[in-house]
């Protein structure tokens, strides 16, 4: 079956600019989460959602950051006023329910110039 | 605070060789442990995980690892590796009670043929 999508997959921003970024993930999978990846490092938490309730955003850089699953399935990654800092890719992964495997998707990679 | 470390940041090895990958976690209470791995131009994929039972686990592609649990440590072991084993190998952690997957910096290993 199909995995969990992006996009785009790549993303390049002037600063200040505003992005959005795209999951889908896997069919039925209840929970969704987002992840930070910068170059050279290991990917980090960001949020989590089970349906379309936002359970836990503690992993949020900052108030530019917002995430949204408004019907419990595609969310949306945006990030206002972006910065060099920002630079990273951006991964999703989606589970079954709570506690299930996380599948992950391919990343949008944003490079802010 | 917890953590999971990789000992290893860039590994090279000839085809047939045995491979082991460090790692180690700071966590207290109960937690899971699994190696992803993310080979050339594609997304991150489970190789194994750790939930309770038996601490030889076995996962995908000939690849195990092994819980010791007073040692902190969940190190994976491959007797004889392939140039299609060339990847990022990533050691990840949550408690048995969360969701957010903690993730180590990685290795970079490279299989010569």
């Known amino acids: 079956g199909a995995g969990v999508s992006q996009s785009p997959r790549y993303k390049v921003a002037k600063r200040g600019q505003d992005v959005a970024l795209r999951c889908d993930p896997i069919s039925g999978h209840v929970s969704l989460f987002w992840y930070q990846q910068a170059l050279g490092q290991g990917p980090e938490f960001l949020t989590y959602?089970?349906?379309?309730?936002?359970?836990?955003k503690s992993g949020l850089p900052s108030d530019r950051f917002f995430a949204e699953r408004p019907e419990g399935s595609v969310s949306t990654l945006k990030i206002q006023r972006t910065q060099q800092e920002d630079s990273a890719v951006y991964l999703c992964?989606?589970?079954?329910?709570?506690?299930?495997?996380?599948?992950f998707g391919p990343g949008t990679r944003l490079t802010v110039l | 605070a917890q953590s999971v470390s990789q000992h290893n940041h860039h590994v090279i090895l000839s085809e047939a060789a045995s491979l082991e990958l460090g790692c180690n976690y700071s966590?207290?209470?109960?937690?899971?442990l699994f190696w992803y791995v993310q080979y050339p131009g594609q997304h991150l994929q489970l190789l194994l995980k750790y939930f309770s039972g038996d601490p030889l686990v076995k996962g995908i592609k000939g690849f195990e690892a092994e819980f010791i649990k007073s040692k902190f440590s969940f190190n994976l072991r491959k007797p004889s590796v392939q140039w299609s084993d060339t990847a990022e190998y990533f050691c990840v952690a949550n408690s048995n009670s969360g969701y957010a997957l903690n993730f180590g910096k990685g290795t970079s290993l490279l299989v010569t043929p």
């Open positions: 959602f089970q349906n379309e309730a936002q359970l836990d």
């Open positions: 992964a989606s589970s079954l329910s709570y506690g299930d495997t996380q599948y």
């Open positions: 966590y207290g209470g109960t937690v899971n």
